[in-house]
């Protein structure tokens, strides 16, 4: 095996990028770069050192993906939560933006993420959405309004709606009950 660059399942923050980068050359292995869910080592790895980092991967809450179908879904995954985070614009709709950043068809990639997570991309973009919103409201840095804008909603009201349809709560209503109602991304 002479890989060297990886793609990891589970990784959805830059901190979690940073802590595993940081048990890797704890290890030996020196990262040359590393994104939301792709880990590049300055040398390729041999069978033994694979093992070595695999373990050290899991031990850490990640998932080394292998498959080409679990690579796909990841970048999709990774699309989205960076534009749900801000880190990319969505200047027309979600499915140009995969078929852009991805090159290749968008109903054979959405079959493969249904088959693979169970549930359509749409979804898991809008599961995406709400759960930030949760954050934002816990923040309370910013209103109702402004967090609908950022996270690209057409009005206050359409977010609204769906924060109650997806939580069984309006948002100020979470507001006021916060944390306990909020579930890790990675748990989507």
């Known amino acids: 095996m002479k890989e060297q660059i990886f793609r990891i399942k589970n ?18 292995f020196v990262v ?28 850490n809450g990640f998932e080394i993906i292998s498959d080409k179908s679990s690579q796909l879904v990841e970048q999709i995954k990774h699309l989205i939560i960076d534009v ?15 078929v852009e950043n991805i090159h290749k068809d968008y109903q054979h990639l959405s079959r493969l993420f249904s088959s693979v997570e169970g549930k359509s991309i749409e ?16 923040y309370g840095e910013q209103n109702l309004s402004e967090i609908a804008f950022e996270l690209g909603y057409s009005s206050q009201q359409h977010f609204s709606r769906q924060f109650k349809k997806e939580t069984g709560l309006a948002p100020s209503h979470f507001k006021e009950i916060k944390e306990q109602k909020r579930t890790s991304i990675d748990r989507l």
């Open 11 to 28: 990784m959805v923050c830059e901190h979690c990028g940073e802590v595993l980068e940081s048990k890797l050359n704890e290890a030996g």
């Open 32 to 59: 040359e770069s590393m994104r939301l869910g792709t880990i590049k080592l300055q040398e390729p790895v041999n069978g033994q050192q694979f093992i070595k980092l695999t373990n050290i991967v899991h031990q």
């Open 84 to 98: 749900i985070h801000g880190r990319n614009k969505l200047e027309g709709n979600l499915s140009e933006y995969i």
């Open 123 to 138: 979804r898991y973009f809008i599961l995406q959405k709400i759960e930030r919103s949760k954050e934002l409201i816990v």
